[in-house]
């Protein structure tokens, strides 16, 4: 454990980084050792780094810094930016790798250090292996620090979104778009997402509103962009007759949709409403990871593409996406992976092809959700007493022998009908997480209700 951690609140690394909670297991001293560890772990070269608008962010940012100026590194500062900005900078200037600090929708005393290749992508789990082992083997020996006359140095980038939005903005028909003038509500929650959700919507011909435009990270409601959370938000939409709303996480990667009638459309809508768009256009395969709503499995059955599944995290998609040569991918949780713009989960991408599809077809993002296939989902959070073992798979697949059991990702249970259930640990909290899947909501309840009293037994 390294200086500083709180054993009470312990860091969650995951395979592309860590999060903590900022002032006990996150320290600036872990920040530095963290940082240092990554730089080891990656060729010559600058490292970008970036930041959400979270109020603990900037000092983060500085410990960063300093140690990748202390390892002889150059650092591009990109300042506040979304995270899949994070890896377009990361392309765009050549760099050798880069660290986005953000703890996407953990609550505000959360923070955390998200890794990246010279790719654009997020680390593999090999990768963000070694960088855990290093950093490990820190807490004993001081990371390898320059002599001062190899210091690195700090550049500020000046345009930290061109790139991006010109990247986005190549994949629709932006005179169709301009010409609906359409009426969007975008909601960033004070994250990094007005930095260039309001431009992008802005060159799309879109009135746009804005809530939580000042990045600032003093959210409005809670971060995760969930139906309860976005209560404040809905009534807005009918009010005052926007044709849809977007609401963001506060590092940008994730999109959750609201239709003009101020219906919470969701989170496993947004991928699915893309991907919809995309295969009229250009059919080809798809990934998603086994938390995902089957809704986009049936899309590419409809459309006679492949579909495959992926562990959940987006390293994981991501890997599987370049392995199928897929044409889009993402996971349930509002992340879109367009290849054309980049290779990170991008609320800006799903935005766009949201907008570009209700041009094309003249039709309401109700309508659209509409003709997509409906089930339920159950999300479940459980968190279990802390001095509980390690989950037995094994057992808790007993207790449901009527179904296939899959290890891809802790363990998933489907049913002949397409009823499913997961249960995994999560990868940014300490809590075990159970999502099913079904054509009747209590069904779908049930199962949850089912695996957490398994668990809980």
């Known amino acids: 454990m390294n200086a500083g951690s709180d054993p009470s609140s ?36 600058p490292i970008v780094v970036t930041r959400d608008g979270r109020t603990t962010g900037a000092m983060i940012a500085d410990a960063v810094r300093s140690a990748l100026a202390a390892c002889g590194r150059l650092v591009l500062d990109g300042g506040i930016a979304a995270t899949p900005t994070t890896g377009i900078l990361v392309v765009a200037q050549h760099a050798a790798g880069g660290l986005q600090i953000s703890a996407s929708h953990n609550p505000p005393e959360y923070n955390g250090i998200k890794l990246f290749h010279a790719e654009g992508r997020v680390v593999s789990a090999s990768a963000g292996q070694r960088v855990a082992d290093r950093f490990a083997a820190f807490a004993a020996t001081a990371p390898p620090w320059v002599r001062h006359e190899a210091l690195g140095a700090v550049r500020i980038l000046s345009d930290a979104t061109g790139e991006h939005l010109r990247r986005v903005l190549s994949t629709v028909d932006v005179a169709r778009i301009r010409d609906q003038r359409f009426r969007v509500l975008l909601d960033a929650n004070h994250g990094s997402g007005s930095l260039l959700g309001k431009p992008l919507l802005e060159s799309l011909g879109c009135q746009v509103a804005m809530l939580g435009g000042d990045p600032d990270g003093r959210f409005a409601h809670p971060p995760e962009p969930t139906a309860e959370n976005l209560q404040s938000v809905l009534g807005h939409i009918a009010r005052d007759r926007f044709d849809v709303g977007f609401c963001q996480d506060p590092d940008a990667d994730r999109l959750a949709v609201i239709d003009g009638q101020g219906r919470y459309l969701g989170e496993e809508a947004t991928l699915a409403l893309c991907v919809d768009h995309v295969l009229r256009k250009t059919p080809g395969p798809v990934v998603t990871n086994c938390s995902t709503s089957r809704m986009t499995a049936d899309l590419a059955e409809r459309y006679g593409v492949p579909f495959y599944q992926a562990a959940v995290g987006e390293a994981n998609v991501v890997e599987a996406m370049l392995r199928h040569d897929a044409v889009l991918g993402g996971e349930g949780n509002g992340g879109v992976i367009d290849p054309r713009v980049g290779l990170v989960r991008d609320s800006f991408a799903g935005m766009a092809l949201v907008l570009d599809a209700m041009a094309a077809r003249r039709m309401t993002a109700a309508a659209l959700a509409d003709e997509l296939p409906q089930y339920a989902i159950c999300k479940a959070r459980i968190a279990l007493p802390p001095d509980r073992g390690a989950v037995d798979w094994n057992r808790l697949a007993a207790g449901f022998p009527d ?49 957490e009293a398994l668990l809980r037994a």
């Open 10 to 45: 312990p860091l969650i690394i995951s395979v592309s980084g860590l999060r903590g909670v900022v002032g006990q297991s996150l320290t600036p001293e872990v920040a530095l050792q963290y940082a240092a560890a990554f730089a080891a772990e990656l060729p010559p070269g």
């Open 403 to 451: 179904a296939q059991a899959s290890r891809l990702d802790g363990l998933r249970l489907d049913w002949p009908d397409g009823t499913w259930l997961l249960v995994r640990a999560s990868n940014t909290e300490p809590l075990v997480r159970a999502v099913a899947e079904a054509a009747d909501p209590r069904r779908a309840a049930d199962l949850c209700a089912a695996a």
